[in-house]
């Protein structure tokens, strides 16, 4: 294992991130405490409790999923698509490194990243809303999942992304409409019963459903069910980077 | 012609880099490198010539794990680069023909950054000394964004040095620089001969190649049409000329030194005589003995020999036939 090249990698990354603190920290946790504002504040108030739990307090897991999902694909792809496109990636290629260690730390960066911001976002929310988490080891571990299956299939769009139109793409047309879409403003319960089965279909529900059980106790789906799936993102996205990797996809000519 | 000593590792020694029938093409399908076979020498200095498109780059992105290798075989200190990859990386250090550097980080990260990522611990003291033979020192905390392409140029330098490699690519490493850089970077590559570095380098200055090189590659269209000792092929190749002063000018060259084939140039003023100067005996003895009975008399000679630029231009374009002199 090569691992003064994995802390360089991650230190560099995480380097970026201290020379980009307003975008990469700052404005999230502004644009959730908007979130907060309106629809935990002004909309809210008027919005009856769900499961018993106040509304304010019940959009804390979607909003926090959202946050740790758009920022890391964004982080990671942003991260191995850059040295492509400013061609500095001859020297990763060139470099003693495996194929893993690359991942491990460009992966590690981005969901280190996106985490740190999750639990800024749940300090910020906790200013707003009364919040309770009843399963705070669960909590954490959903969130840590979460954050590395989510970096490594940011990592694959940004080997993937030849642009960066199509780097904005994923986050913006996929991400962020299933996100919205997946429960994190509502119960999936509320929808009429045939909408609620096409929602199934969407893979967020079930990690913003097993991120919620960790807060409240209670889920639009099994706790294990929601853990089995994101466990199946997280073998899906490593398959899928292996074979990148292997066939020298969009790396090497 | 200056005597050039040039240091002759053991032939015993096995090559330090050994490249058996590589073959490239791309997926566009065209082929870039069709049955390579190239022995490096340890520690020699190995010029890679080639006009452009000619296979060069790709040939050095192979070695260094930039680009797949199609068929054939390479050996980096013994190690193979696909399956021993880490071992035979690790050996290498690469600058890159174009200047690709990151933007926000300062000299002082990135050089330190690569340091690490070929699997050195850090050692401040040795990155100090390397920026300091680089005169990039005074700007160890500059951004990279904010340097000049020639200070690019030494950072993307430091970067490949900065894990000690044994063995040192540059890919066409003075294009676009000044005289002063161009200079400091023929010094350094001589010093990491002397400590044993092999170094290979790819250029379109053959002047370059000239200087430094201790043997000469010629590769063109995917293949290596030539490896030679430089100075081996300076005199098999070379021609000489000796051009004569005449203190009369002559409107024809007498018919009793026809058998040396003389031109007679600058109006009659000048009389040349083109030797092979690898052969043994070069006639000159015998011409100005000639001269001296015909009464031709000179008040001055000189010789000039071809350059390798010569010799290149006529193994790329003219088939192998060696050109005429300038």
Redesign the interface.
Known sequence: MNIHAVRAIYLFEMARTRRTLLQSIVAPVISTSLYFVVFGSAIGSRIPEIDGVSYGAFIVPGLIMLSLLTQSVSNASFAIFFPKFSRTIYELLSAPVSHFEIVLAYVGAAATKSTLLSLIILATASAFVPLRIDHPLWMLSFLLLTAVTFSLFGFIIGIWADNFEKLQLVPLLIITPLTFLGGSFYSIDMLPPFWKSVTLLNPVVYLVSGFRWSFYGSADVGVGVSLAMTLGFLALFLAIVTWMFRTGYRLKT | MPSISHPRPPSASPPVISVVGLSKT??SGFCALRNIDLEIRRGEIFALLGPNGAGKTTLI?II?????PGDGKVLVDGHDIVRD??????L?G?V?Q?L??????TVW?TV??????????ANPVYIERLLKDLSLWGKKDSRLLALSGGMKRRVLIA?ALSHEPKILFLDEPTAGVDVELRRDMWQLVRRLRETGVTVILTTHYIEEAEEMADRIGVIDKGEIILIEDKVELMRKLGRKQLTLQLQERLSAVPPSLARHRLELSAGGEELIYSYDSGRERSGILELLKDLGDAGVRFKDLHTTQSSLEDIFVSLVHDGGGVRKQR
């Open positions: 791309y997926a992105s260094c794990g930039i680009v797949n990859y880490r071992a035979a990386r690790a290498i690469l890159p174009e690709t550097t990151d933007a926000f980080e990260a330190t950054f690569t340091r690490g990522l070929f699997g050195k611990p970067k």
